[in-house]
């Protein structure tokens, strides 16, 4: 330092203006830059150079007859195993004061738009993402227009949605979002398009800083990492999403071939996806079908077992949310949740919401139908 000190006040007026531009500019670089992408290329870059000169140095080795089948082994071992992160984990006793203030820290949520569920969730999605919450439900049940709902909910929460379908056209899904976010009824937006538009524009006006993003993939021909490559395109362009709908969980493949077991193909998936939560730090919400025997278990209520092609879906999720009718519910246009696993709260529960088949839109009624949590008030209050 007093060599540097010494050096700065040596220069000319013009060289000190100069030093302080380029000292400044640096600082501007390190402001934008994207530390977590700077770390990756370089741990790559060091890894492929690690290996290149490995395979020279084995090829000499090699030709000049020193064959040592272990310090090649060793060579590439080191190479391959380049590591920048010296992040060592949390040191539970050298570190119980900055434990103590996470505990005292108020983690921020996404509201889910359903009472009912943000509580048993502790507040809805966690913003700081490094969690997958999963939707579960038979063919035609409705997960499409859960999934729709929660991007709607979120909008109403001045969010950055984008929503990911494999499984319907943007024009299709846009249409979607158009009658549960204006009510108007699905069957009637061609013919009321100005009022669409103007609810439209007055809505944005109202939510300045919600965005919604809605792009389309050809189904079961992308990759965990196509997914990944896409929202860091987003990020570039200036939209930094606050959660990632994927429409739906069984139609992405893995990022490696697993073979033809669907068990591994799907598992894979579901923990490759989950730590895009990490990458990105934003909540990942998606959906999975259940199996025929989902139908036939109790009561209609779907459970972890029943989940189609994989059970590693239930082993990875951060929460697993159940959708089922009963065979009166479409007349009445209810639609039920349960709750299948969570790490956030109670992994039990049930309640009934109402679904108007004419705007695709799930509501919360003040009192709300619950199948399994309020049994015992209701019972208090029918002298039960």
């Known amino acids: 330092y007093p060599l540097l000190f010494f050096f700065f006040f040596s220069l000319t007026q013009k060289e000190k203006t100069s030093w302080i531009n380029v000292c400044q500019s640096f600082k501007q670089i390190d402001s934008k830059i994207n530390q977590t992408k700077l770390y990756e290329n370089t741990e790559r870059f060091l890894k492929e150079k690690g290996v ?3 395979i020279i140095k084995t090829i000499d080795e090699y030709t000049n007859g020193k064959i040592n089948t272990s310090d090649t082994f060793e060579l590439f071992n080191k190479a391959c195993n380049i590591s920048l992160v010296d992040n060592l984990g949390h040191n539970y006793f050298r570190d119980i004061d900055k434990h103590i203030v996470d505990l005292q820290k108020v983690q921020n949520h996404i509201s889910t738009g359903w009472k009912w569920l943000d509580d048993k969730l502790s507040g809805g999605f966690l913003v700081d993402g490094r969690a997958l919450y999963v939707f579960c439900g038979v063919t035609n049940v409705g997960k499409s227009i859960v999934l729709g709902n929660v991007a709607t909910n979120c909008l109403a929460k001045n969010q950055t949605v984008v929503v990911i379908s494999l499984e319907m056209p943007e024009e299709i899904y846009t249409k979607r979002i158009d009658a549960q976010l204006s009510k108007i009824p699905y069957s009637e937006l061609p013919t009321q398009t100005r009022s669409l538009k103007d609810f439209v524009n007055n809505y944005q006006k109202t939510h ?7 792009k389309e ?5 992308i990759r965990v990492n196509t997914i990944k490559t896409y929202i860091e395109k987003l990020i570039i362009k200036g939209i930094k999403p606050d959660i990632v709908i994927v429409d739906y969980l069984n139609l992405v493949l893995p990022n490696y071939k697993t073979g033809d077991n669907t068990y591994e193909r799907i598992k894979a998936v579901t923990e490759q996806m989950r730590a895009l939560t ?3 730090k934003i909540p990942f919400v998606t959906a999975t079908q259940t199996n025929r025997e989902g139908m036939k278990s109790k009561k209609g209520v779907p459970e972890m077992e029943n989940v189609s092609e994989s059970i590693g879906i239930s082993f990875t999720a951060d929460a697993q949310i159940g959708i089922y009718q ?9 639609i039920h949740f349960s709750i299948m696993k969570n790490r956030f709260g109670p992994a039990f529960g049930n309640a009934c919401f109402k679904l108007d088949y004419k705007t695709l839109s799930i509501t919360e009624t003040s009192d709300i139908m619950a199948d399994g949590d309020n049994i015992d008030k209701v019972s208090k209050e029918l002298n039960i």
């Open 217 to 221: 993939f050809p189904p079961s021909t």
């Open 52 to 54: 290149y000169n490995c």
């Open 278 to 280: 990490y990458t990105f």
């Open 326 to 334: 009963k065979e009166e519910d479409k007349e009445f246009g209810n």
């Open 208 to 214: 300045n800083n919600s965005n919604l993003i809605i």
